[in-house]
């Protein structure tokens, strides 16, 4: 079993909607968690820590669910910017792990 | 700039023939991570310094990989024998022991093209 699974997507959406990408994670004593984006032939780049009383950012919130091993990822109000892959993240004692990633289209 | 850099940025090579790649992390991060990332997956975890002690090598670091960090501040990444399966975009990132040092700053890879 993976460490971090993702639905792979690819997620179409038109320019102003909300889209939701949720993460399930293996190891239950995981430490820190994160969303990351990553554009085609690009590096990461880290969008967000996750934390349990959840947390936003703009018109990005993340939540985190231990008990269920959960992430997820809101985006409201898509802009065609938004079109990326989100990779799913789970820091387990200083190793990170990451989701194969979740592709977003965001279509005028 | 004083984000983490990778060189080279791309590398040709012949099958069997070895290749390092060199990473310069953000200058106050003690920590430094290598992964490898293939078509439509996430990178995997390849090796972790903390200062210039090798602290973690994943089951995919074979006995053809190696990588140092002599000094505790760049480091490197060498693959011996490459094989074709090796082509990869293999990234660098670090980050810092300290408060909020968790968060992992990528350069922007160095792909490898196995021929």
């Known amino acids: 079993r993976k460490e971090v699974e993702q639905d792979p997507g690819p997620f179409n959406v038109p320019e102003g909607a909300t889209v939701a990408f949720n993460c399930t994670y293996s190891?239950?004593?995981?430490?820190?968690f994160f969303w990351y984006r990553q554009d085609c032939r690009k590096e990461p780049k880290l969008l967000m820590s996750v934390y349990s009383s959840g947390n936003e950012d703009g018109r990005f919130t993340a939540q985190l669910n231990r008990a269920s091993q959960y992430i997820s990822l809101l985006i409201r109000d898509s802009k065609l910017s938004d079109s990326a892959t989100y990779l799913c993240?789970?820091?387990?004692?200083?190793?990170?792990?990451f989701g194969s990633g979740t592709k977003l289209n965001v279509k005028p | 700039d004083t984000g983490v850099s990778q060189d080279p940025r791309h590398k040709i090579t012949k099958r069997g023939q070895n290749v390092t790649f060199r990473c310069d992390p953000i200058s106050e991060h003690n920590r430094l991570y290598w992964y490898r990332q293939t078509l439509g997956q996430g990178p995997e975890f390849l090796t972790y310094?903390?200062?210039?002690?090798?602290?973690?090598k994943s089951r995919l670091l074979s006995d053809r990989f190696s990588a140092e960090r002599p000094k505790g501040s760049f480091s490197t990444l060498e693959i011996q024998r490459t094989e074709q399966g090796d082509s990869a975009m293999y990234l660098c990132?670090?980050?810092?022991?300290?408060?909020?040092?968790?968060?992992?700053?990528f350069g922007p890879g160095t792909r490898l093209t196995v021929l």
């Open positions: 190891n239950s004593a995981s430490q820190s």
């Open positions: 310094f903390q200062n210039e002690a090798q602290l973690e």
């Open positions: 990132a670090s980050s810092s022991s300290g408060r909020g040092g968790d968060t992992q700053y």
């Open positions: 993240v789970v820091n387990s004692f200083n190793k990170f792990y």
